[in-house]
């Protein structure tokens, strides 16, 4: 886990997809504990997937008062994604992407994007998001990669800082639930094991 300057991020400035209202970063944890979870892209099927995962805890963040919040790097997908119902918490977006590059978020290129897209992890997830229902598109930044970042109330401590070396990498939820310290019933969906005849991409 790559250190975090909490007070170095807190001031960058994300648009709530809701109300359009811009807020500082540091808000989201000022009176309580929060996960946020930083989409590569609001059209990605693999992510519309990890929000729907993610989402299960919600109910025990709730519980524990800890607030769930997603990001998007650009409002492209932002509908669709909201329409979807993927993810049950905030949503965020951070059109400078400035959160993104402070948390160390990489950035592919055209050339190592394509075999990072086209990785067993990802093909696992996107064959289970198609069993679920669930669907993508290619529309908006395809370059950009996520993670998470947990952090307690009032931003004293970094519970969790992930990046993702693939786009098919996510917390599993017992380890968010870990990093908590809370207890949760939610159960995790199985990724399937991936093989030519079942992966599409």
């Known amino acids: ?3 975090v300057d909490v007070g170095k991020v807190s001031s960058n400035v994300l648009k709530n997809a809701a ?7 540091g808000s989201l944890w000022k009176d309580q504990a929060v996960v946020m979870f930083f989409l590569r892209r609001f059209g990605c099927q693999i992510c519309r997937w ?5 989402s299960k805890l919600e109910p025990s963040l709730k519980a524990n008062g800890v607030a769930l919040v997603g990001v998007g790097p650009e409002e492209l997908g932002l509908e669709e994604f909201k329409t979807g119902g993927f993810f049950k918490g905030d949503v965020y977006i951070d059109e400078k992407k400035k959160s993104y590059k402070d948390l160390g978020f ?3 290129n055209a050339l190592s994007v394509v075999p990072a897209a086209m990785g067993k992890k990802v093909r696992d997830i996107a064959s289970k998001a198609s069993a679920d229902g669930i669907q993508g598109n290619f529309s908006g930044d395809l370059l950009q990669s996520g993670g998470m970042l947990i952090v307690s109330k009032g931003g004293e401590k970094v519970l969790l800082h992930f990046i993702q070396d693939s786009p098919g990498d996510h917390v599993a939820l017992e380890d968010i639930a870990k990093a908590l310290d809370i207890s949760t019933t939610a159960q995790a969906g199985q990724r399937p094991q991936c093989n030519d005849d079942v992966c599409t991409r």
């Open 106 to 108: 990489k950035r592919y």
């Open 50 to 54: 990890m929000a729907t995962e993610v």
């Open 19 to 25: 109300s359009g209202e811009q807020v500082e970063l």
């Open 1 to 3: 886990m790559a250190p």
